[in-house]
């Protein structure tokens, strides 16, 4: 049987080092997982509390909005002017989302069709690059730079160069997986070269509330003139370790907002009420839990980063999201990120991600993910230097 869409899929990479790790603990080995980018912290008290409040009430059991309860896009509006100083208006200018895999996957469907193309980053987060493939675009990478003035000409250049011109512009910052960050005045040139070019441009904020040494994500909507041409995906997966709840926002244009609710109205009847419900709650009375979820992660990435370097592999400590980008060290960069990657499971019981599962531009690099505490970090630096032999430390 054929299948369409997923049937020019590329198999996926990660599996490899995931099937590595099961058998390893199957064996009885303790693997450390620096792999997957999965929130180890617990959601917050207030989350679980209301959710079970709310689940109790059978009201709450029925269709919900798949626009979002008002009173969930009243507290999310609330607090992007509290992080941002951003107002938006909840009917017109803000949408729940199921995560915001699904916001972006569903969203590129209103924005793009066959023929029609798109810029994206590369190396890339999977679902922005397959994204606007499943809606039958053709995606033109925009190779990420040292630093951010480099790669805005890189996006002016491949905006010029691409035929068909891209509607659709996707970014993510702080980046996933390279961990480049980028400022305010960034964000101004891109929204200003989109209200040019006429262009969409779509900002994943995934790590909204994960910035280290006084960084601070910025918004797009915070850009002069961003409605005209941008919207935003806001998730909690991470700003509030509530990963499992699928959670998510897209903010911004109205119009844009207005496209993606009515095909959501075709599509599904927003998540569980009850979620919606502690969300709410969470995002009103909740509101330190996203700087105290920073302090651990960049605890984490101070002992990993500063681990690293005693053993011989140096690393640049990420300013903003919750992994590290690795380049491999030159004694062992003939093997390719899978491979090495592999070794890593097998002879140091160190699950990592391999840079290539990022795609092409990822080749050379794996990621760490610090979703261990200190001391399981601390074992994994200890596993590494009795395995990579070849550094010189």
């Known amino acids: 049987m054929e299948f369409r869409r997923i049937t020019g899929l590329p198999p996926y990479v990660f599996t ?7 058998e390893a603990r199957r064996n009885g080995e303790d693997v450390i997982d620096l792999g997957f980018g999965n929130p180890d912290l617990p959601s917050p008290d207030i989350a679980v509390e209301k959710l079970i409040e709310a689940a109790q009430n059978p009201r709450n059991h029925r269709y919900s909005s798949s626009r979002g309860l008002p009173k969930l896009r009243e507290a999310f509006a609330a607090l992007y002017q509290r992080r941002f100083g951003v107002d938006l208006d909840p009917e017109t200018e803000v949408i729940n989302t199921i995560g915001a895999k699904e916001g972006l996957s569903h969203l590129m469907w209103v924005l793009l069709q066959a023929g029609d193309s798109v810029l994206v980053p590369a190396p890339s ?5 397959f994204a606007p493939l499943f809606a039958g675009a053709n995606v033109r990478e925009m190779p990420l730079t040292a630093d951010q003035d480099s790669f805005f000409e890189t996006l002016k250049e491949r905006f010029q160069y691409s035929w068909p011109r891209p509607r659709v512009i996707v970014l993510s910052f702080p980046h996933n997986p390279t961990t480049m960050c980028v400022d305010a ?43 005209d041409v941008a919207v935003e995906l806001y998730s909690m997966t991470k700003s509030f ?11 911004g244009n109205p119009a844009i907002v207005g496209a993606l609710a009515k095909l959501k109205s075709y599509l599904d009847y927003g998540t569980f009420q009850p979620v919606q419900i502690a969300a709410t709650v969470t995002m009103n009375e909740a509101q330190d839990y996203p700087a105290e979820a920073c302090a651990v992660y960049e605890t984490r990435r101070n002992a990993l980063c500063d681990g690293l370097e005693r053993i011989g592999w140096s690393v640049q400590p990420p300013k903003g999201t919750m992994f590290t980008w690795a380049p491999i060290p030159e004694p062992y960069a003939d093997m390719g990120s899978v491979e090495f990657a592999s070794m890593l499971v097998r002879e140091a019981n160190v699950a990592v991600s391999p840079g290539v599962g990022f795609g092409p531009g990822g080749e050379g690099h794996v990621r760490f993910a610090l979703i261990e505490n200190e001391q399981r970090i601390n074992q994994a630096i200890r596993n590494l230097r009795s395995t990579l032999t070849r550094l010189d430390v």
């Open 241 to 251: 370790s509530m990963a499992g709840w699928r959670v998510a926002f897209m903010a």
């Open 125 to 129: 987060y999977p679902i922005h690059l």
């Open 185 to 227: 005045d960034f964000m101004q040139r891109v929204v200003d070269f989109a209200r040019e070019q006429e262009v969409v441009v779509v900002h994943d904020l995934a790590y909204a509330d994960l910035g280290f040494d006084g960084y601070l994500p910025p918004s797009i909507l915070q850009a002069d003139g961003a409605k």
């Open 16 to 22: 490899i080092i995931d099937s590595l790790k099961v």
